[in-house]
């Protein structure tokens, strides 16, 4: 099974780096430095940002679902150009880290879940794909919770 993973767009969030400090405040986000490596990825590029690099720390709603599934929690933005495109291999935020693999049919229900070692994801999203019920798979760092990317169908 063939699968694709893609980072968020970064124009859901080019504007959120001309604002001040205040103003992302009011919208539950922050600046901050990155001072470790990794530590800090980025759901664009969907890899670790570099130490002294600059991201946005926000509250985003992941699944926007109208199911009692629908999720939100805080992840890390970097100023990038373009969204970040894996098929049939996992993108560097997803490589040696362990992983909750969440697997929602159409109508954004959890059908399965996984946890995934690190090293095993790939193996565990194609066995829930196996399943024809399950539409997209949404991965999440296992200890910290955060979102870390969509994984469709290819």
């Known amino acids: ?9 970064p124009s859901s969030f080019s504007d959120l780096f001309t604002l001040s400090d205040a103003d ?9 430095e990155v001072s470790a490596h990794p530590g800090f990825p980025c759901r664009i590029s969907l890899e670790d940002a ?3 690099e600059t991201v946005i720390l926000l509250h985003h ?6 199911t009692p599934y629908r999720s939100a ?24 880290r362990a992983l909750g693999l969440r697997a929602f ?4 229900m959890l059908r399965d879940a996984r946890l995934a070692a690190p090293g095993q994801a790939d193996a565990a999203i194609r066995g829930l794909f196996d399943n024809p019920a399950i539409a997209y798979i949404h991965a999440h760092n296992a200890a ?11």
Not at 1 to 9: D, E, F, R
Not at 24 to 32: G, K, Q, T, W
Not at 105 to 108: L, T
């Open 61 to 66: 709603v992941s699944h926007d679902a109208p």
């Open 50 to 52: 570099a130490i002294g």
């Open 105 to 108: 049919d159409a109508k954004g």
């Open 73 to 96: 929690y805080a992840i890390y933005v970097r100023d990038v150009g373009a969204a970040a495109d894996y098929r049939d291999s996992l993108p560097p935020v997803m490589r040696g």
């Open 144 to 154: 910290h919770g955060c979102f870390v990317a969509q994984v469709d169908r290819a």
């Open 24 to 32: 992302l405040a009011a919208r539950n986000a922050m600046r901050v």
């Open 1 to 9: 099974m063939s699968y694709a993973i893609t980072g968020l767009a």
